[in-house]
């Protein structure tokens, strides 16, 4: 195991599958050493990663990610998703991140922050911005959070995606 070279004292590993609700369905796990990333790697690799999005079918796990395990002040939720209905790229973001957005939007709907992208113009500044003051973000962090929410957008857009979701942010 290569952790050491990437860092830190604790580690997250990750089933890289398409799917939300990962770490509910034992799909993150937190390690403090390279034995519990082994066993946590062995344990997942190879099997189905069974969640509500991915139905009892579930996803095959085939690949994991490893990232050192930082400390969490807060967790955002940032979303861009296509409405085909009305042809525009919809965001949904929250200051009630890390869990999924469909138990904020049912128990917390005040919290949901939503803005609509007009696809003639692209995504505004502005509305970055006003995305990044809804999340109650200390003002010192405002212009770092307009530029990844920004950043999101471009990626949506230059891939093509149909949704794009970073929780927790």
């Known amino acids: 195991c290569r952790a050491r070279e990437i860092g830190g004292s604790k580690w997250v590993l990750k089933a890289q599958v398409h799917s939300g609700a990962r770490g509910k369905a034992g799909g993150i796990k937190l390690c403090s050493n390279d034995e519990e990333i082994s066993n946590a790697a062995e344990a997942m690799l190879g099997r189905k990663l069974v969640t509500q999005q991915t139905g009892p079918r579930g996803k095959l796990i085939s690949r994991l990610y490893l ?61 970055a911005r006003e995305i990044a003051f809804g999340l109650g973000l200390e003002s010192s962090l405002i212009g770092k959070a307009t530029e990844t929410i920004l950043g999101c957008y471009q990626v949506f857009r230059d891939y093509d995606a149909s949704m794009l979701e970073i929780n927790p942010l």
Not at 91 to 104: C, H, K, L, Q, R
Request: hydrophobic share 45%; glycine share 10%.
């Open 67 to 127: 990232e050192e395990a930082v400390d969490i002040a807060q967790e955002l939720y940032l979303g861009f998703v296509l409405d085909r209905k009305e042809e525009r790229v919809m965001i949904v973001a929250s200051a009630a991140g890390g869990m999924e957005i469909e138990d904020i939007s049912e128990k917390q709907p005040d919290s949901i922050i939503r803005a609509t992208v007009d696809p003639g113009v692209g995504m505004q500044g502005f509305q």
